[in-house]
């Protein structure tokens, strides 16, 4: 059955469903921490290897389930003068952190940030034999929110300081901007940045409102995918919570990162990467790891930052012919 899942799943996941998101040594005083759960979470601290694509990193993800990428989760490190807010990085749908941040956890690490990132939302996804397969970002989104929060509040005592800055990348961006407008987290968030945001969910090339048509059409996408695609959904009743009473709340400073291109969702962005590079047409997957991309999310998080990628054309559609063979691997 998992295989019968998974072919419908590639399927719809390219065309119709809504979001897929898709080294230090470990300190030796990083905490014991939980396994992943809907509600609850996993912080990876086996650190694996930096990686320049989406695909090779799901790929070293697979091989090597618990990785942590390069750069994140050392409980040791003291947050500097020049950057005294750790960065937490929340992945996408159906994912996990190193496959999201693989290319962008090294980066910020190397421009001397604290970097965390957790595994969010889990569940067992296929069993293989003996071997279960988790993944992450399927669970609600509240209870992730909450597990996000909880997160956060380990960082803070690790590392002393009094606030984090956050990016969310997909899902993630909904997650974390939940923590931060309806949970409290405006008091430990200083920074909230979302790339590929979708503030109000997906219609997916208008297919949303023929699902809802469908009597129990809701209920098969939560079946079939998971409950977070479902409250993902354009108009669900999770998102219309999360932005009743406005899209932001005060003391905290919001970016967003979007492509007029995204193949999945229809961003609500302040920043639009073919405004500062028409020649740039990378969609949603690629997102985490253009270098170009990667830039824009460094020198939000400090206009001084010396920039290292130069604007290139990127081709419309790259990268989505392996992303589909990846989602059926």
């Not at 961003?267 to 997957?285: M, R």
Request: one cysteine or more; hydrophobic letters at 40%; aromatic letters at 8%.
């Amino acid at each position: 059955m998992a295989g019968v899942k998974r072919s419908v799943g590639l399927t719809f996941s390219v065309a119709v469903a809504l979001l897929i998101g898709a080294p230090p040594a470990i300190s030796a005083a990083a905490p014991t921490l939980p396994s992943a759960s809907a509600d609850a979470m996993d912080v990876p601290l086996d650190i694996g290897p930096g990686q320049a694509t989406r695909s090779v990193a799901t790929a070293y993800a697979h091989a090597h389930p618990g990785s942590a990428p390069a750069g994140s989760n050392d409980f040791a490190c003291e947050p500097s003068a020049t950057h005294p807010r750790p960065v937490v990085l929340a992945h996408g749908t159906d994912t996990e952190a190193y496959a999201d941040w693989a290319a962008l956890s090294p980066a910020l690490a190397a421009d001397g940030y604290c970097v965390f990132a957790l595994n969010y939302g889990g569940a067992i996804k296929e069993e293989d034999g003996d071997v279960a397969h988790e993944t992450y970002g399927v669970g609600d989104i509240v209870g992730s929110a909450t597990a996000f929060g909880s997160f956060v509040d380990q960082v803070l005592t690790a590392t002393g300081a009094d606030k984090v800055d956050v990016i969310g990348y997909s899902q993630g961006a909904t997650v974390t901007r939940y923590y931060v407008n309806k949970m409290g987290g405006d008091a430990y968030v200083d920074h909230w940045v979302g790339l590929a945001s979708p503030t109000y969910g997906g219609v997916m090339f208008g297919l949303v409102p023929i699902v809802r048509a469908i009597p129990g059409g809701e209920d098969f996408v939560e079946d079939v995918f998971s409950r977070a695609v479902r409250e993902q959904m354009q108009g669900s009743d999770t998102l219309n919570s999360l932005n009743d009473g406005g899209d932001t709340v005060p003391g905290v400073r919001y970016t967003t990162i979007g492509s007029t291109v995204d193949e999945m969702i229809q961003p609500s962005s302040n920043i639009v990467l073919q405004d500062l590079c028409p020649s740039n047409l990378t969609g949603h997957f690629r997102m985490p790891y253009d270098p170009y991309v990667i830039d824009v999310i460094r020198t939000v998080l400090d206009p001084d930052a010396e920039r290292h990628a130069s604007c290139s054309a990127v081709p419309l559609g790259t990268d989505i012919p392996q992303v589909v063979i990846d989602a059926n691997s």
